[in-house]
Structure formats: C-alpha cells, structure tokens
C-alpha cells in the first residue's frame, strides 16, 4: 500500500494537501510544531492511493511519497 | 600591436592597456568624452586573442550604464576581468552597480573620463566628480581604489595596475581621467608583456563541480552579519590606506609653495612651476596618482612655513583631503575653476606670486 | 518501499521563509527539479532577484549570483557571456522583471541571450508590503491601490509575456499556473523546457507563473489558487505564448 510521510516540523499549515487529496486522508493537527503553527497529520486507515496530489501542491517539499 | 610606441588618445591607452591587462569583459555605453574607449574596444577586444583559462573576450554595447554595470557584475562575479567606462552622467548611474560590485566584494576596472556637470553639464573637461569617486559614490560604507593618470602612458599604465589591484584586493577600481586626457594623443610605449593571465578566483561561479556552490552577494540580514562583513570591508581598506598610496612629487625638498593638483591639471601646474622656477621661485608640486587611498604621506613636510595651492578643475573638492592631511599644520591655498574653464598657467602664476 | 516523491539534490533540506501557501517555494522546487531531471546541477548558475526570492541561493544548492534590483538579466548576461557552455537562469518577480526591470529584459531578449527566465507573477510586491505591481490586475486592492487599480490612475496590467513574444531574439514563452496539482506538472514541464532551449542554443526563453500570494491578496492558501484560476487566468491566460 502506498504511504506519505509528512515533515511536520517544515510544514507550515497551508492546508493545500489537505484541499488537494482526493481520499480526504490529510487533516489539520490541534498541536503546534516547532514554528508554533498547525501542521498536518495523515490517517492511512483509509487506502492512500500514491497519486502525490499533495506533494505536488506542497510549497514546503515536505511530503515523501512511498509506493511497493 | 607589434609595435612597442605607439601614438594613442588617452581613451584608446586605456583600452589598450586593459587588453593586455587580460580584460575579457566589456560592456558599456556610448557617452561623450570617452567615446574612443568604447569604439577601441568594440574593434579590438573581442580579436585580441584567447586568455588563459577564459572563453572568449566578450563587448556588449549594453543598453544603458545600468545594464553595462551591472553586466559587469555578472561577469565578474563568473570569474572574467571586467570593465566598463563612462563620463560623469554616465557614472552616476552606474553608482548603483559599484556599490553592489563592493558590497559583493567583486573585482573590476570603471572608467570616469570626467565632463562638466551638474546634470547634463556640458562635455568639457572637469574634475568635479572627485568626492563621488573617492567618498564611495553609491550607497554604504565603501571606498573605491581611484588612480587618476595625467598623460597617455600613464593612463595605459594605471589601467593595468587597476586591473591587478582589483583582483589583489577584491575590489573595484576607478580610473579618473577627464576629457582632455581622454582625447589626447601621445606615444604610448606598449609593455613587452603580451596578455596577463589573471589569477584563479575559487570565489567565481563557474558551476560547483566538486565543491559546495558559490555564491556572489552583498546581502546580510541575519542580525551582526553585516556589521561583521562590514569591518572586513574596513580592514581591506586599511591595508589598501597602508599599502597603495601613490603620488608624484617635485621639487619638495626646497619648496616654500608647494602646488597640489591631479590629472590634467598637474601637467598645466608643472608648466607653471617651470616658469616660475626659471624665475627663481621656489614652487614644488605634489601630483595625487591615486587619490583613493589619498597619498597622505606625501604631506608629512616639516617645514611650517610652507604653503599648498590646490589646484583644480572644480570648486574644491580634493581640497578636502588635503586639508585633512595637513592638518592645520600649514597653510592651504586653492584655486580652482570648474564648468568647461581650464586655470591657465598664468592663472596659476599671479596666485603663486600673491602667496609666496 | 520505492520513494515516487521526494526532495532532489538541488533544493537544499531547510524551511524557507515564506509564508504558508506561498507559491514561491513550489516555483523553487520545479527549478531544482528540472536542473536535477537534466543532471545539470554542476554547471547551473541561478540569478536571484530582490524581491520575497531574494534568498533563493539560501535554497538551491548549485551556483548563484545576486542581482540589484531588476538587473538579474544583465548579471546573467555578463555569467552566460563569460561561461557559455554553463546553464545560466534568473528568477524574477514581476515588479522586478516588469517594473524596475523592464529594460533589461527586454534587451536581453531582443539580443537573444541564451538564457532562461523562471518569471513569477503574483500581480503585487510581496516583500515590501503588497503594494500595486506592474501585473496588479485592474480593481485588485493594495497598499498603494486602496480602492483598486483604476485605468485612470495606474494603467493597465503589464502583459510582458505577450510583449516579448514579439522580439525574434525570443524562442519560447509559455504562461503556466500553480494553481493545482496538474497545472503545477504542466509548469514544470515548461522550466525543463526553458532549460532545454537553452542547452540546445536555442535563445531567450521565459516562464511566467501565475503564483499565488495569500498574504497580500487577503485570501487563504487554496483560495488564492482559486482565485488565480477563476480571475487572474482571465487576464493572463494559460499556454504557449511563443
């Protein structure tokens, strides 16, 4: 199954991986990172499909996108 | 150039000695007086033959003096000799580009053959850029090394001086001619050597094979960092204080009058001097070459009874650094004109005879 | 696991100073991505502006210059001269490459200088404040448009890229988008390509990239995507101009 890992301590809230994937698997954090801001937190419960919607939109570079 | 004398403008000597200087860069626009320099190199440079370790010799006809200078920067920051000319106008609009050259610690050669101003002035010749040239010109703490040349040869020779102390010290050099010197023509004797090849610059961008990449800038914003980049600056220019002063002098070991004056203005003061010697009077002179750093030594004279005569093409401008040198150790006389008069030399004499 | 995303060696691993949304760091990306796709990283001299990028080289880990101002392509054309067989691009904002630089460019491209141009277009000044830029469109409100660009009072947007289309020294333009993911792909096909022009000797190339700019358009990071497909494309539209 593919996966997304998120450098939460880069990430700086924007929500646009959030907007941008289509299994609604991205979500807005209620903890802060080390810049005090909102991060993301990805919930792989539901099948992320590998289709780097979110790292594409990203304007950080900090999702990695992993695939069998 | 088989030849080793030749017969050249002031403008062309110079073009001709950042040639063999191994100039590879040059990019300017056209401005009156210094219009020989940019036809000389436009014909020449690009022919002149390979340098070392450069592509090729490169004119551009840029689009403005802000474009040429800041051309400048990039080639200079790639690693080339780099040079670009212009008169006083023109020069003020390249001020932008040599506070960067400075602030980015960039080698290169500028060129002011001076004309009349403020504003458009006229094209006459005139000294009247001198504090731009010596106080910075451009934003920030800097200094510019200056050599003023008073003849053909010496313009030829100061250029390819300019070029070594550009590199040597990592900075920009100016050279103060006016429009008398640039439209001159003398025998210039040519150097024997060919084309210098300029030292390896590790600092240059040039792609970062097998090293971390290089980064031409002038920008400091993490707190102290420009403070600390800025002291370095100074220690540079101390050193350059110390080290690259330069003048001529004549005459100062029995002078009661001592005149002061630069570029063209020395070679009308050396005809004075020569009458008034013929007749007896005991005149000196001290020439600036380079007027930044300003050649302080040449006015550590123990005789207190000695007067200086400035003399120059301007209200009184380097009149400034020679009061600081003296001091008020003596007395500091001027005499200047500025607006398209030259002082003659009989100008020059009836003042010497009210002050001796 | 295989990684299918991730970090090339020409974006250094750091946190940029931008601000969330900001389209210049996936702008910064696609460049580092298209040297890293070409293997050029070696020989890549980038040109940064002033303006938000004036750190760029704090991001990009080859070769770069600073530039006043809007002079980034008369520095480039003084790198390229000197190193024409090293690649050599400027990154430039629209007030510097359309206001204060407009000269410049435009002399650059009408020489044909083998060079590319990775042109951001974000219709305001970011670092400075939000005030009006050449590409503000017209009612756009900022700093020093409180009620908006009028015609009468501030002219009408700058469309550079149209203008530029029409010197022969110019081999390629094309307006690309960040405003989603398939239009970000199509954006970073298009620096590849200006980088590809220039490796071939083919002349001037530029991208311009409508970029969002949520800070000083007032919007959130995806409503100013949003706005940059629903009225800023109307006034800049998307493709190949050249």
Redesign the interface.
Known sequence: MPKIIINQDKCKGCLLCVNFCPKGLIKKSTKLNKQGLNFVEVDLKDNCIGCMQCAIICPDCCIEVYKE | MAKTKVLLSGNEAIAQGAIQAGC??Y?GYPITPQNELIAYMAKYLPASGAVKG???R?F?Q???E???I???????????R?MTSSSSPGISLKQ??IS?LAG?QLPAVIVNIMRGGPGLGNIAPAQSDYFQATRGGGHGDYHVIVLAPASAQEAYDLTQSGFDLADKYRTPVMILGDGVLGQMMEPVKLSSRKIKTPPVKSWA??????RK???????F?REGALEEFNLKLQKNYQIIQQKEQRFEGLFLSDAKVILVAYGTMARIAKSAISQLRNAGKQVGLIRPISLWPFPERAFQIKNNRVKYLVLELSYGQMLQDVRLAVNGRQQVEFLGRSGGGILSQEQIIDKVKKIL | MEKIFKRGESLYDVATHYCPGCGHGIAHRLVAEAVDSLGIREKTIGVAPVGCAVVAYDYWNFDCSEAAHGRALAVATGIKRVHPEKVVFTYQGDGDLAAIGTNETIHAANRGENLSVVFINNAVYGMTGGQLAPTTLLGQKTATSIEGRTKKAHGYPLKISEMLALLPGVCYIERVSLENPQEVLKAKRAIKQAFENQINNLGFSLVEVLSPCPTYWGLSPKESLDWIKLVMRKEFPLGRIK
């Open positions: 590879t860069f990019a450069q592509a090729a490169v551009i840029a689009e403005s802000l474009a040429a800041n051309m400048v920067y990039g080639a200079s920051a790639a690693g080339a780099a932008e580009g960067y980015s961008l040039c792609g970062c094979a097998g990449p290089n980064i031409a800038k002038s920008f914003l």
